[in-house]
């Protein structure tokens, strides 16, 4: 049962994630995007990572998918204005995504299969459990995180104010 | 001592979801097959708040917007770190409290300055 379910949901993330990749509206495409994420939140909780299930939902689906329909607000997506591109540009890009193929070919073909990673403590990634480790073991990271968010907090007010 | 839970505990939000999916598909479906429908050119033009609609919407705009979702992304992101620590608010006592305060703090900081800054003005 879990298995089954586990396969149909990988293969509606890969569908999505393919769907992201071919729309021609890229409006369409942040919408699938967002369905993707969903389907990474069920993935989640199916490893009983609760925590990290909840961070996806929130953080995710709801803040970032937000930002990126911004971002898409900020270009200007009329079609006449798209710049035709080159056949120069369309071979750099051809080159570049064959190099990359090969890569990733050989790499893969590089790999080996190791023993599946066996979880001792299945209750690891629940919310209570999670804070334990984080506000004892992991303190300091944790607090320094905070400076993070503090410099991305002044680095976005620096950017998008004219007089800073 | 462990919390313990799996996957199955979380058959009751996925039920939620069917039914809230569900009803939201039935009703749509519902009112278009039971709706009388009449469609003339008026009523299939875009409505926009009774003026007629100028240009498209694919326009680019202000960066302000852009802001105050990046701003709403890393508050966001701060009430995620609140989650854990609200869960075992009880375990950690005063010790907890503090290293909380410290944390909201810095981005307590951060929000005067945006505000001094002036970041969230509309003009």
Known sequence: MSQSLFYLIAFLSIFFSLMVIFTKNPVH?????IITFFTFTIHYILLNAQFLAIVNFIVYMGAIMVLFLFVLM?????KDTEPAKSNLLKMAGVVAGMCLLVTLVGSVKALNVSNPVVLTNPGLGLVKNLGKVLFNEFLLPFEISSLLLLSAMVGAVLLAKKEA | ??????????????????????????????????GPKRKTSDKL?????????????????????????????????????????????RDFGWAGVIEMFIFMGTLLLGFIYVLKKGALDWE
């Open chain 1, 29 to 33: 495409s942040v919408l699938y995007l």
């Open chain 2, 1 to 34: 001592m462990e919390a313990q839970s799996t996957p199955v505990n979380y058959l009751p939000i996925i039920f939620q979801m069917i039914v809230a999916l569900g009803f939201v598909v039935v009703t749509m479906v519902v009112t278009h097959l039971v």
């Open chain 2, 45 to 89: 033009i875009p409505f926009e708040s009774g003026i007629e609609s100028i240009g498209n919407a694919r326009q680019p705009f202000s960066i302000k917007y852009f802001l105050v979702a990046i701003l709403f992304v890393l508050f966001d992101v701060e009430v995620i770190f609140m989650y854990p620590w609200a869960v075992n608010f």
């Open chain 1, 74 to 78: 900020l270009l200007n997506l009329n």
